[in-house]
């Protein structure tokens, strides 16, 4: 950190680097000047207080010669450690309540996950639902990609429900204990009792099982 922003030092499989205004999506990205040694050029500190104020980000994309190919962001939260934002699509389109799986890395290497349900809500500030956490995982990212939680979830009319997702890959998911079910969907409902163990599992489209987050 010194006068002008944030000077970072980046990896040697960064083979792309630039910066985005993180309120701004659709301003095109500027290329970040990096030096011989991976030391970039300083990256302005996002501005204090007016949440509605600029952010500045990075977007790095990895060298397809060491990793896969990916873009991902960096922010500057006021820590020393910038935090890794990604993003997964819903498992289906045109869904009333999303399935979020939040993932925050440091530099010291373990991540933690926060599988939760987002429901139709009154105001912005309504908050979600957490169903299921896990540390010291690469659930959630690009080396961790699949993913499968559940929930009970009360319909308005008074009836308990499971509900259940898994991500992409995820081609049949079965439930034991207290709900019996074998779907072949990413998103099931099926009824359920208000209390009582329940247990998931997920098969991948490569036929290999997959344990669900809790």
Known sequence: MGQGGVRYLLAPWIAESSTRDLPAPDTPAED??????????PVPAPAPGDGRASRPVLRLRSSEKIVE????????????????????PLPE?????????????????????AVRLQQPASSPAEPDTVVAV??????CSRFGRHVLAG????????NWFLLAAGSRDVTRITATGTVRADESARTPTVPAPREGDVNLAGRLTNGEQLPSVR
């Not at 970040?32 to 050029?41: E, F, I, M, P, Q």
């Not at 896990?134 to 659930?139: K, V």
């Open 69 to 88: 190919r990916h873009a991902f962001l960096l922010t500057d939260l006021g820590d020393l450690s910038p935090a890794h934002l990604t993003y997964t």
């Open 32 to 41: 970040l000047t990096v030096s011989k040694d991976g030391v970039t050029a």
């Open 134 to 139: 896990d540390r010291d995982t690469a659930s």
């Open 151 to 158: 929930t009970r979830w009360r319909a308005p009319a008074g």
């Open 93 to 113: 389109t045109g869904a009333r309540a999303t399935w979020v799986c939040a993932r925050p890395d440091s530099w010291r290497g373990p991540g933690r996950i």
